[in-house]
């Protein structure tokens, strides 16, 4: 074995026996040692893409968040993917201080010792993946907000959760739990994230209703202000402005005393919470009279309309006569292969359009509903020239 | 579940830049004395930058290849020191179900690597007998 005192001539000599032609060659040469302290270097060699280079060299970090029957994932701020580590035959040797061949030439030849760092046969790779957020509903579930009142009755003793507490427990970015949060409806009372009972929510609703019909203020021009404001308002007004956001969106509006903030109330999200508090723990309801009853009990001046239903209810046409039952798409699996292995359970076949609601949110980039059905559904057509999918393995 | 971050030390210069260097197979020696300390080779580039590897009596040629995806070097971070017990957090803090492990540092970015992927060639007239 040549120790470090290897010289120059001797590595050119071998590369003559070697029959390589030295003109052609840069005249430095980098002899290479493997560290001595090899296996005490232990690294991962982790695969990224530039962008989150370019994230670590601003100086933000990567989360990973892992459980032991989950798969580990890596968040960035807005996005979350899976950790898979990959094995290769090849071996990859790390080195910390190689010469690129552009910063060899010129000058005299010399001999560079360069020390190998490690050996790997293992790099870990990342991939795009949905956030997994179904554990959210069921944490917020354990202690839900059903008025100031109850806060501190024996039903109300369950574990509160902070953002903190969230990020540590659910494998999502921030950006993509903030989302999530919203989508549930979620309400950050006194520093924790918590769901509002249906039916204290609904409460809120028709008194937010009722006040604005009193002030004969339009519908779609509610004063924010001047409603949060109101001195015997009888509901705490972090709620009174979540419930108004939850069923409207805030709008700017120029008025000739200045610009005042409004919320537009929207008809789609009034109507459909009135659908869901009829069907609700009903089972099914006779369409024809739910249609009646539903019409009659939202606020004057609203239409209701079956897309409202979209992802909330389904209809049964092929029943006489024909029903419709509660059938959210929040209670559905978010694993996509358990989501129609569901669907199917429910229902034999589907058309594209009342499968739809139920499968848009599994999307992951550049996949649509059409490819998802692809993947997991068989097409078939009717007598009547309907198509139709039904599932593609036995449902379970 | 276990949560840790992977965070770039800023220093100044920005963070180092490793080389890869890729072979097929495995580095064996051939006597029984193991890897670590010992010569693996000599990499020489030729004039028009071709990187070669001489190891043993094996010539191997190779090429030089920009990583269309870098490889962050990652090493556990050292203990950290003892965090003051008077944190002004007023969460409830770390939850008991959650395991804060330590983070791991970017050591270095790899955006370059030396593959060699050709079968290597021997070199004959050896005269004299190598390590391995």
Known sequence: ?396 | MVQFAIRMPQTEGGCPEWTMVELQGVLETRDSSGLPGNRLGDLHFTKGGQPILLIGHHVLHGKVVELEKPFAVLVKEKEKEKKDDSTDSMDTGESADTVTCSDYLVKAVIRNKLVFKNRPRPIINLTHKKGH
């Open chain 1, 1 to 396: 074995m040549a120790g470090k005192s290897r010289t120059l001539q001797e590595t050119l000599s071998l590369a003559e026996q070697a029959k390589l032609d030295l003109t052609d060659l840069n005249s430095s040469v980098q002899s290479l040692y493997l560290s001595p302290d090899m296996a005490d270097h232990e690294v991962r060699l982790l695969e990224l893409d530039s962008s989150m280079v370019k994230h670590l060299e601003a100086g933000n970090s990567l989360m990973v968040r892992g459980d032991k029957s989950d798969m580990a994932v890596v968040c960035t701020e807005d996005s979350t993917f899976e950790l898979k580590s990959t094995q290769t035959t090849n071996s990859l040797l790390l080195l910390p201080d190689c010469r690129a061949p552009e910063q060899l030439v010129g000058g005299d030849g010399c001999l560079l010792h360069k020390e190998v760092y490690c050996i790997s046969h293992v790099y870990l790779e990342l991939k795009k993946c949905r956030p997994k957020l179904k554990k959210l509903q069921t944490l917020l579930q354990e202690n839900v907000f059903t008025g100031p009142e109850y806060e501190s009755d024996e039903k109300h003793t369950g574990r509160k959760y902070t953002t903190t507490d969230l990020h540590s427990l659910i494998q999502a970015s921030e950006k993509e739990l903030l989302e999530e949060l919203r989508k549930l409806q979620a309400v950050h009372i006194d520093g924790y994230w918590r769901l509002v009972d249906f039916d204290y929510m609904g409460n809120v609703l028709q008194y937010i209703i009722d006040t604005v019909d009193c002030q004969s203020w339009p519908y779609d021009q509610i004063p924010t202000d001047k409603l949060l404001g109101m001195e015997d308002n009888v509901y705490p007004r972090v709620l009174l402005e979540h419930c108004l956001d939850c069923y409207g969106d805030r709008k700017m509006m120029e008025f000739h005393g200045g610009a005042e903030q409004v919320h537009v109330l929207s008809e789609d999200r009034v109507c459909g919470y009135f659908a869901e508090y009829l069907l609700k723990g009903v089972g099914k309801f006779n369409l024809a009279e739910f249609l009646q009853t539903w019409k009659e009990s939202v606020p004057v001046g609203m239409t209701t309309n079956l897309q409202q239903l979209e992802g909330v209810a389904l209809i049964d046409k092929k029943s006489h006569p024909q029903v419709i039952s509660h059938f959210p798409v929040t209670d559905l699996p978010e694993d996509a292969s358990d989501r129609f292995n569901r669907l199917f359970r429910t229902r034999e076949k589907w058309t594209l359009e009342d499968i739809s609601p139920y499968i848009r949110d599994l999307c992951e980039q550049k996949q649509t509903v059409g490819s998802l059905l692809t993947k997991f559904a068989r097409a078939s057509t009717l007598p009547d020239g309907t198509k139709v999918y039904n599932s593609r393995v036995p449902v379970k």
